[in-house]
């Protein structure tokens, strides 16, 4: 399928997030509609889009909802032809004492998008997952064929997400692609968002305070998971340019 600028609607549910904004901001860029679904709150905050500059504001379509209602998930994704699922729940140690919310949001609020998108017959729909999946590696480097692993209620509620996502593919033949991201962090989130995985990642030195020294890596590693997203759903040369 080859969405072209200016002619296409693209859906981002978790634009409000990390790498949502990222390549919300990106689409924008590009000259592409982009409808971004956002967590309605009684702040009026569009999570971090608020930092996005004027000029891409500007630009947005806002979608204020809860991706844990199938009806304003069906709303929001009226006239898009594609849509990037990244709404999510993600904090390790908040999934273990509310797990009910995890389940909600990334089970409950997965079927909706993907029932919605099979209602509407949208054209392409990527669904982010995440490495956590896989648990700890059992062998490296992990690829697609790693055992899954379920090692905390978050990476459990993802892992059914995944295998949700998999049985529209399989059994209604919905145009659906599935990429597991490594976790992100910027340096204004909290540490409990990535701490975690981030023992189990162990990069190269193995040390927590890794990021520190190399910040310009780091940088580079959080700008990844957004232009792969990107290369799924426009596929073109050049999106390395925009790691430098």
Avoid at 40 to 66: R, T, V
Avoid at 71 to 91: D, N, P, Q, R, S
Avoid at 105 to 114: A, E, H, Q, S
Wanted: charged fraction near 15%; aromatic fraction near 10%.
């Amino acid at each position: 399928m080859n969405l072209k600028a200016n002619n296409s609607t693209i859906l981002i549910t978790g634009a409000d997030g990390f790498i949502g904004s990222h390549l919300t901001e990106a689409l924008v860029r590009l000259g592409y509609k982009v409808r971004a679904f956002v967590m309605y709150n009684s702040f009026n905050s569009w999570g971090w889009l608020d930092h996005c500059a004027p000029e891409i504001k500007g630009q947005l379509e806002i979608f204020a909802g809860d991706i844990r209602d199938p009806h304003g998930v069906k709303e929001a994704m009226k006239g898009c032809e594609a849509v990037l699922h990244l709404a999510a729940l993600i904090a390790i140690p908040y999934s273990y004492h509310s797990p009910d919310t995890y389940v909600d949001t990334n089970i409950k609020g997965t079927l909706n998008v993907l029932q919605a998108a099979r209602e509407l017959g949208v054209k392409r729909i990527i669904h982010t997952s995440t490495s956590e999946v896989y648990g700890t590696a059992r062998f490296v480097p992990i690829t697609e064929e790693h055992p899954l692993q379920g090692q905390s209620p978050y990476s459990a509620t993802k892992m059914a997400a995944d295998q949700l996502a998999y049985s529209f593919y399989a059994s209604f033949g919905l145009p659906l692609l599935c990429d597991h991201l490594i976790p992100t962090a910027h340096v204004s989130q909290h540490a409990l968002l990535f701490l975690p995985s981030s023992r189990r990642l162990q990069i190269t030195s193995g040390k927590l305070n890794w990021a520190r020294s190399h910040p310009r890596v780091i940088l580079t590693m959080c700008k990844i998971p957004y232009l792969v997203l990107l290369q799924r759903l426009i596929p073109r040369r050049g999106w390395v340019k925009l790691l430098t």
